[in-house]
């Protein structure tokens, strides 16, 4: 008879490993295997042993480094992450349409910026023809139309990152309790190159699309466009 000592338990809702799962310590578990296969532990540790294993690491920038450690040590780890890439199913087309989703919505931030921003040039192409009248030179106007559209597509990123990060802390909570994993507010927080596109790439977009309006509306005659649009 094995006697075994309870020292804590988990509500089975919220561990991925499911209901009917006991978590062992390393030595009662071979026990336990070994006894079962009809084996001393040491005589089942040299013929057979455990095939896999699962290792828990404190945070998600922790896996490359361990994954790293355990292969230099010739065992043959790999991330979750890297399996679910090549599985077939929902988690395969889902991860699949996470990497091309990003650069589609990317671009498409980028070319909405151009498109917004050259429609917004022209018009404006009375007042700039004004200025113009006024003894304003191009490379003047452009800088100030420049800086209105960095100015209002770094505004637009930093209230799409609030909001979508506000979003992320919210729905931790319930993530956590639908996937079975620990996920605290902090892991929400976006990393630096994910916190810097969302500010860069309206403005980006805004800007070049600026230059580009820009070059069409100040090649024009001021005098005849002021005449037009009196």
């Known amino acids: 008879m094995v006697r075994l000592k309870v020292v804590a338990l988990y509500d089975p809702s919220r561990q991925a490993d499911g209901p009917g799962v006991a978590h062992l310590a390393e030595d009662t578990a071979a026990l336990l295997a070994a006894a079962r296969a009809g084996q001393e532990p040491e005589a089942f540790r040299e013929r057979e042993g455990a095939q896999s294993a699962v290792v828990v690491v404190r945070h998600q920038r922790d896996v490359a ?25 929902l988690f395969g ?24 921003a050259a429609g917004s040039a022209r018009a404006r192409v009375g007042q700039f023809a004004v200025l113009r009248i006024l003894r304003s030179g191009r490379p003047e106007l452009r800088r100030i139309m420049l800086g209105e559209a960095l100015l209002s597509g770094g505004v637009a990123g930093a209230i799409g990152a609030v909001v979508g990060t506000g979003l992320s802390v919210a729905l931790t909570r319930r993530l956590s309790d639908l996937l079975g994993l620990p996920i605290r507010p902090a ?15 309206p403005a980006l977009g805004l ?15 001021p005098c005849l466009v002021a005449r037009a649009h009196s």
């Open 207 to 221: 800007a070049v699309g600026t230059l580009l309006g820009s070059r069409e509306v100040l090649r024009r005659d």
């Open 93 to 116: 087309v889902a991860d699949l349409a996470m990497r091309v989703l990003v650069p589609v919505l990317a671009l498409g931030a980028v070319w909405l910026g151009v498109v917004r």
């Open 187 to 201: 892991d929400a927080l976006p990393g630096l190159l994910w916190a810097g596109a969302t500010l860069v790439l």
């Open 65 to 89: 480094a361990v994954t790293k450690a355990l292969q230099d040590d010739g065992f043959s780890a790999s991330p979750v992450s890297d399996r679910v890439r090549h599985l077939a199913g």
